[in-house]
C-alpha cells in the first residue's frame, strides 16, 4: 500500500502486459471462445479486415479486473474495500494484436458516499499510444464480514423462546 496516499478520487495504478500467442490460446481454451478471428494465423491473414489474429476483447476486461485488484492492494481502501459491481461502457476501440503491449490505466473518477461504490475510469493503450480499450468500473463498498455465529438472525436463534 501507498504510504500517506489516501483512497480518494484521483487515485491510479498502472498495469502493462505484452500479450503473447500462449495467452490468446490459454484464454481461448478456458473461456471456449476459439473463433478463427483469434486462433488461425491462415484464416485471419487471408479472410479478415485487419489480416492477422486480434486478441479476445473479454482478455482485455481481464486486465481491466487486474487492475482493479491493484488499486486494493496499492490504496488502503477501507470501507470502500469490497467487490466488482460491473463495467459499463466497455469499448473495444481498436484491435489488439498479438505481440502488443498493453498499458491499462485505472483512475478513481467519483465516489459515491450513499451508496459506497467508487466509479473508475480504465484506459487501455498499446505501445504506440494508441487507446485499444476503455471502460468505467463500478467497485462496490461491503459492510465488514460478520463472524460466524454472531449474525443477527444467529443472535435471534440463541434467545428465542421454545414454543409450548
Keep these: 500500500m501507498q504510504q500517506g496516499k489516501a483512497f480518494a478520487v484521483g487515485a491510479s495504478v498502472t498495469l502493462g502486459r505484452t500479450i503473447s ?22 484464416y485471419a491473414r487471408t479472410k479478415t479486415h485487419y489480416g492477422k489474429r486480434v486478441v479476445h476483447g473479454a482478455l482485455l476486461v481481464g486486465l481491466a479486473s487486474a487492475a482493479s485488484t491493484m488499486i486494493g492492494d496499492q490504496y488502503d481502501k477501507g ?51 494508441v487507446t485499444c480499450f ?13 463472524p460466524a ?10 434467545t428465542a423462546r421454545p414454543k409450548a
Design 21 to 42: 500467442e500462449s495467452d490468446v490460446y490459454l484464454f481461448g481454451g478456458i473461456t471456449g471462445d476459439l473463433g478463427r478471428n483469434h486462433i488461425d494465423e491462415e
Design 79 to 129: 470501507k470502500w474495500r469490497g467487490a466488482s459491481y460491473g463495467y459499463d461502457k466497455v469499448r473495444f476501440i481498436r484491435p489488439v494484436f498479438i505481440g502488443d503491449t498493453i498499458t491499462m490505466t485505472y483512475t478513481i473518477e467519483r465516489m459515491d458516499e450513499r451508496e459506497l461504490k467508487t466509479y473508475a475510469s480504465v484506459v487501455g493503450v498499446n505501445q504506440h499510444g
Design 134 to 146: 476503455a471502460a468505467v468500473h463500478i467497485g462496490k463498498g461491503l459492510p465488514p464480514a460478520v
Design 149 to 158: 455465529g454472531n449474525s443477527p438472525e444467529a443472535k435471534q436463534r440463541r
